[in-house]
Protein backbone atom coordinates (compact mmCIF):
# COMPACT_ATOMS: atom_id res chain seq x y z
CA UNK A 1 0.00 0.00 0.00
CA UNK A 2 1.15 3.23 -0.92
CA UNK A 3 0.75 6.08 1.48
CA UNK A 4 1.54 9.87 0.92
CA UNK A 5 3.59 9.62 4.67
CA UNK A 6 6.33 7.48 5.91
CA UNK A 7 5.42 5.23 8.56
CA UNK A 8 7.65 3.45 10.94
CA UNK A 9 7.34 0.20 12.39
CA UNK A 10 7.63 -0.73 15.64
CA UNK A 11 11.40 -1.35 15.25
CA UNK A 12 11.73 1.43 13.67
CA UNK A 13 10.33 3.64 16.08
CA UNK A 14 12.56 2.51 18.84
CA UNK A 15 15.95 3.19 16.67
CA UNK A 16 14.68 7.09 16.46
CA UNK A 17 17.11 9.39 18.55
CA UNK A 18 16.07 10.82 21.37
CA UNK A 19 13.70 13.71 20.68
CA UNK A 20 15.26 17.28 21.54
CA UNK A 21 13.90 19.72 24.06
CA UNK A 22 12.64 23.16 22.87
CA UNK A 23 11.63 24.26 26.26
CA UNK A 24 12.93 21.91 28.83
CA UNK A 25 10.81 19.34 30.19
CA UNK A 26 8.17 20.74 28.39
CA UNK A 27 8.12 21.02 24.14
CA UNK A 28 9.95 18.96 22.22
CA UNK A 29 11.77 19.82 18.85
CA UNK A 30 9.34 18.97 15.28
CA UNK A 31 6.63 18.22 17.11
CA UNK A 32 2.73 19.82 17.47
CA UNK A 33 1.53 21.29 20.09
CA UNK A 34 -2.06 22.49 20.71
CA UNK A 35 -3.47 24.74 23.15
CA UNK A 36 -6.95 23.93 24.50
CA UNK A 37 -9.04 25.66 27.07
CA UNK A 38 -11.88 27.97 27.53
CA UNK A 39 -12.13 31.10 25.81
CA UNK A 40 -10.55 34.09 27.14
CA UNK A 41 -7.81 32.43 29.30
CA UNK A 42 -4.33 33.81 27.48
CA UNK A 43 -3.92 30.50 25.52
CA UNK A 44 -2.92 32.75 22.65
CA UNK A 45 -0.76 35.23 24.94
CA UNK A 46 1.12 32.10 26.10
CA UNK A 47 1.68 30.57 22.61
CA UNK A 48 2.98 33.78 21.14
CA UNK A 49 5.08 34.70 23.96
CA UNK A 50 6.82 30.85 23.35
CA UNK A 51 7.13 31.45 19.90
CA UNK A 52 8.56 34.56 20.83
CA UNK A 53 10.91 32.90 23.08
CA UNK A 54 12.15 30.35 20.86
CA UNK A 55 12.83 33.13 17.79
CA UNK A 56 14.74 35.41 19.82
CA UNK A 57 16.98 32.62 22.21
CA UNK A 58 15.22 33.04 25.32
CA UNK A 59 14.74 31.36 27.63
CA UNK A 60 10.63 30.96 28.60
CA UNK A 61 9.32 31.95 32.15
CA UNK A 62 13.09 30.19 33.72
CA UNK A 63 13.12 27.48 31.46
CA UNK A 64 15.95 26.68 29.43
CA UNK A 65 15.12 26.85 25.55
CA UNK A 66 17.08 25.73 23.25
CA UNK A 67 19.02 27.94 21.27
CA UNK A 68 19.10 28.44 16.98
CA UNK A 69 15.93 26.96 16.57
CA UNK A 70 15.21 28.76 13.21
CA UNK A 71 12.00 30.35 12.67
CA UNK A 72 8.43 29.04 14.26
CA UNK A 73 5.42 28.29 12.00
CA UNK A 74 2.38 29.70 14.14
CA UNK A 75 -1.41 27.99 12.79
CA UNK A 76 -3.53 30.80 13.72
CA UNK A 77 -6.98 28.58 13.72
CA UNK A 78 -8.93 30.86 14.94
CA UNK A 79 -9.14 34.74 15.34
CA UNK A 80 -6.74 35.84 12.95
CA UNK A 81 -7.16 39.68 13.31
CA UNK A 82 -6.95 39.62 17.23
CA UNK A 83 -3.74 37.51 16.65
CA UNK A 84 -2.05 40.54 14.44
CA UNK A 85 -3.20 42.65 17.95
CA UNK A 86 -1.48 40.65 20.05
CA UNK A 87 1.75 40.07 18.19
CA UNK A 88 1.91 44.11 17.79
CA UNK A 89 1.16 44.15 22.14
CA UNK A 90 3.89 41.56 22.33
CA UNK A 91 6.82 43.54 20.33
CA UNK A 92 5.63 46.82 22.30
CA UNK A 93 5.78 45.39 25.61
CA UNK A 94 9.27 43.71 23.95
CA UNK A 95 10.73 46.91 22.53
CA UNK A 96 11.62 45.13 19.76
CA UNK A 97 10.38 45.47 16.32
CA UNK A 98 7.70 43.16 14.32
CA UNK A 99 10.37 42.78 11.60
CA UNK A 100 12.91 40.76 14.68
CA UNK A 101 10.67 38.15 15.28
CA UNK A 102 10.90 34.89 12.56
CA UNK A 103 7.88 33.64 13.01
CA UNK A 104 5.36 32.27 9.92
CA UNK A 105 1.73 32.25 10.03
CA UNK A 106 -1.04 29.81 8.22
CA UNK A 107 -3.88 32.41 9.12
CA UNK A 108 -6.09 31.42 6.18
CA UNK A 109 -6.87 27.78 6.76
CA UNK A 110 -6.65 25.72 9.53
CA UNK A 111 -4.96 22.48 8.83
CA UNK A 112 -6.93 19.56 9.87
CA UNK A 113 -5.12 17.44 11.94
Known sequence: MNYLIDLLDTLGLLRLPEPRW????????????VFYGPPNVGKSFVALDICASLVRELDWNGLRCQKETGG????????VG???????????????????????VISDVAPNL
Open 22 to 33: LIADHIHEQEVG
Open 82 to 104: GFSNRLSAYCHQAGISQDNLRID
Open 72 to 79: VLYVVAEG
